[in-house]
């Protein structure tokens, strides 16, 4: 098996792609890039030289994934999400040696036009609400909403929102797929 690339597409020599991957109209990968199988890289999406991404990761259009950013396995990435990598960027200053690191671990949902500051952190499963803008650690499984982004719950991996308090204990069970999530002192975890 092998992956399919659209003729408008730019895959630099070097870069890794993954099996059964799909890389759409007008994207750029650059050569260091190293991209997981069944990934899909949708219209406009820009993937640099330093970024590490999973398996079945799906990028929407119009994501720029810039150096310094890894993308664990099943995260999404909404339409016009922005990551950066320099904290406080300046024109005529270069600060290439600054990047700060962006992980967002697996499963976790970034929604449509959300900014990920850079040296953050996205918990697994955690689900970022579009427009927000993320300039701290999230928690595994946190529902985050606003400018800045605020917790506002807690969602299931199915991505539904549990009936849980925000501190404190709990538990919950996806109506879903019947999983069961305990909350112990502020932490979510899903019960094995």
């Known amino acids: 098996m092998a992956y399919s690339v659209h003729p408008s597409a730019i895959v630099d020599e070097g870069a890794q792609i993954g099996d059964g991957s799909r890389v759409w109209h007008f994207v750029h990968v650059?050569?260091?890039?190293?991209?997981?199988?069944?990934?899909s890289l949708g219209q406009n999406v820009f993937v640099g030289n330093d970024v590490r991404i999973g398996n079945n990761v799906k990028i929407q259009n119009n994501v720029s994934v810039y150096d310094a950013v890894t993308l664990e396995d099943d995260v999404f990435c909404g339409p016009s999400m922005v990551f950066t990598n320099v904290y406080n960027p300046r024109s005529a200053v270069t600060r290439k040696d600054e990047y700060r690191r962006t992980l967002v671990k697996k499963g976790a949902t970034l929604g449509a036009n959300s900014t990920i500051v850079c040296?953050?952190?996205?918990?697994?499963?955690a689900f970022v609400g579009a427009g927000a803008v993320v300039n701290r650690d999230v928690p595994a499984f946190a529902l985050m909403l606003g400018v800045p982004a605020r917790q506002a719950g807690w969602m299931s991996?199915?991505?539904?929102?549990?009936?849980?308090?925000?501190?404190?204990d709990g538990e919950a069970t996806c109506a879903h797929t019947g999983e069961r999530y305990r909350?112990?002192?502020?932490?979510?975890?899903?019960?094995?």
């Open 30 to 39: 650059c050569g260091g890039a190293r991209i997981g199988e069944r990934c």
């Open 157 to 168: 991996r199915f991505g539904e929102r549990l009936d849980l308090p925000l501190q404190g």
């Open 119 to 125: 040296g953050t952190t996205i918990g697994e499963y």
């Open 183 to 192: 909350l112990r002192a502020g932490v979510c975890t899903l019960e094995q």
